[in-house]
């Protein structure tokens, strides 16, 4: 700080805590002598890389998705194959500008995707296992309103686009 000779500033971002300034610089006019150079007016600034990146992370947990997003999950190893076949009929029908197809292959239980999907503010989970399968059909889960409903593919891409 005993370098400034003027305005000095920063650029702090609420959120972040006690290292919450992202950016900062101020005047100084005698800076480039003091290092041997002739005297030269100075104005800078720098930006904290790593600061800058928190406040975007942050920024984006706050702000919903612009796109709706829908994670197709398999209750059991069974049932991935026609879990594919679930997220690529939804691919083909749900309009790209307005929907994310999801498919969850993690291989993790039912209940932390669900968790996750609630967590993260997603919109709807599609739930395919073997009683789903041999019926040809998928439960919808609507993580907003928590319930769901068995219904057909094709109505799930009707209900979807009345969005």
């Known amino acids: 700080m005993d370098y400034y000779t003027g305005t000095v ?11 919450n300034q992202i950016c900062g ?48 999950a398999s209750v059991s190893g069974k049932s991935n194959g026609y879990a594919l076949k679930v997220a690529g009929e939804l691919v083909r029908n749900l309009s790209e500008s307005k929907f994310i197809v999801d498919l969850d292959v993690s291989g993790r239980k039912l209940k932390k995707t669900l968790e996750q999907a609630s967590n993260t503010g997603l919109g709807w989970v ?14 919808l889960r609507d993580m907003e309103k928590n ?7 094709a109505e799930v891409v009707k209900l979807l686009t009345s969005f």
């Not at 500033?9 to 290292?19: N, W």
């Not at 720098?46 to 984006?60: H, K, M, P, T």
């Open 9 to 19: 500033f920063e650029i702090r971002v609420s959120g972040l805590g006690a290292q």
């Open 25 to 72: 610089g101020g005047r100084y006019d005698n800076l480039i002598e003091v290092f041997g150079g002739p005297k030269t007016p100075a104005v800078g600034f720098a930006f904290g890389f790593d600061r800058v990146c928190e406040a975007l992370i942050l920024q984006s947990k706050l702000k919903p998705p612009e796109k709706k997003v829908v994670v197709v």
């Open 147 to 153: 319930s769901q409903k068995t219904v057909t593919i």
């Open 126 to 139: 599609v739930i395919v296992g073997e009683k789903e399968e041999k019926e040809e059909k998928i439960t």
